[in-house]
């Protein structure tokens, strides 16, 4: 139960980093009814899932072992990516709130 | 010059994809379905659905099966320990003739009725990386040139695809047919690219020997000797010796292993040359617990209980192979793992057939009346639906035969692998010949069999979904069964969904005839 707990904790890591990655992009923000983000903001965006899936791998490795660990990362990775992909597909409305959350947190930089 | 490198590429990617497509989907499948071996066993041999023992029977109580294995002659007699997803202890001795196995109740040390049935692992697993082709070694052969295929197919397939980067998270399910599956392909290919690439890598350097032999013929006279050091076999390396010879106490041998692994459990007892002079008995120990496959084998003189050797330890370059080989092999006790292997497998399959429904859709206006396409679509048909139907049909077998059923010379566990053969090809003619219904009528099918195996596994065991989801030993069935129900499900979703694409375009060719008219 705790294993299936912290599979479940990492793979939701990988799938906000995954999303993150994909809200980025301009055909998926279009998707989810945002507008696209300025290239500097997008590239902050990117550094921050970027490093989402690295600590992933951390704490899988340290969790779990070496061997254990990379395999669980490597295969959640998989699959996580490709829940991103079909949710964008089907039901992209899900993951506006956090298209929408980049946006917000751009314009509060703005107004700053 | 860049251009011409893609275009050789694209052309390698497609032609590599649709010859070798049909042999790498079997592989596949096959593998994705040994994932849970064991748990197709527990589903197939229902005389093995039993609760878990607390204690472990002492070895002595299969002394009955050991004398039996040296009154026959045996050239090994070996004990399997239960684990946790196996309840019962399997012993098992070959003589010259033939293979005895016999699965054991974990708590009373009775023999279980014979279940009559080869089961995943000895069928679905094998069939994985042998093909069943056993006439020298073919299959492994022919599997290795599809794992090579695959492997230049993935590198090929990075190559091809002009935005890789760009496309990395697009899915367009409303686009037309070709773009959706072409979208698919793509996904399962990128996304699970880590799992293809080193799941087909270490499946070569399993079976690296037989494929690469080169480098074991350097080093050792020959591979037999290979394997016996690389597996810490070499005890195994003596003469047949005298026979009359008496088999020390395998509990106290056993106790001696334990002390010296620190108190671990084995997971295997081999005893070579039973009754002979030359006898040994080996302890393998399991590694569950790490990806590693290291079974650290101590061997005792059978006749004495002497210590005759311990597997040294595992140079890095070995500890490389078997860390590969466990990553390949899962016998490692990890559900997440397990069930996320399991899923990425399904992934591969759905790559292997979106490529081929792909190459289909992309020909079929230009080229549907000519006899290579219909050649193709009948064994992607087959190849694809039809294996899994086989598989079904290799399953409803195992439900309906009665025990014992014998028939043209053909016992229980033969007439199921003959079931699963004759649907197969059943499924690859029936693609040939129609092929405008081929999907939907094989998806259909598919949903049909699925249930009835469900079904059947409820008329003939009493284990019903609700009562094996309540019983914890029983999980691994009802796991199957709603594997199976949800797959059915699927399959009819898939059946309806083609079958109404397939009444939209009647009706537009039909308004655009009556336009024309």
Redo the contacts between chains.
Sequence with gaps: MVDCLFSFGLGLMLFVGFALLALTQFVHRRATGTAELPPRRATQVRLVAILLLVLALVIAVQNEGGGFGFLLWASLMSLTACGVALILGYRPYLLAPVARTLEKDLNRQTRL | MKQDFRRSMGWLHTWAGVVLGSILFAIFWMGTLSVFDCEIDLWMKPATRVAPAHTLLPLERFRSSLDEAIAAKASFWNVTFPSDRDAVFHTRYGTRKKMISRDIDPVTGRMLPDSGTLGATEFIFPFHYTLNIELMSLGEWIVGLASMAMLALCITGVIIHRKIF?D??????HANPRRMLL?LHN??GV?????HI?LTFSGLVILGATYFPAGVNAVYPNTRAYFFESNGLSFLSVKHGKPGAPVVSLDEAAMRARSLWGGDDPHLVLVANPGMTTSRIAFFRGSER???VDRDVIAFDGSTGQLISRASRLTPIMRAQR?LS??HLIE?R????RW??F??GL?SCVLIATGFLFWLESRRKRQGTQIGFRLVEGIAAGSITGIILATLAFFIANRLLPAGARFCGLERASLEVSAFYLVWLAACVHGWLRPRQVWIVQCAAIGLLASVAVVLNWITTGDHPLRTFFVRYLWPVGGMDALLLTGAALSFLAALYLSRRAGHREVAIRSARGEAI
Aim: proline share 6%; glycine share 10%; no cysteine.
């Design positions: 760009v990395f998270f697009t899915f367009r399910p979208d996904i399962s996304l699970g690219l880590p799992f080193i790490q990806v590693v860390f466990g990553l490692f990890q559900w997440v793992l996320l292997y899923l990425l992934g």
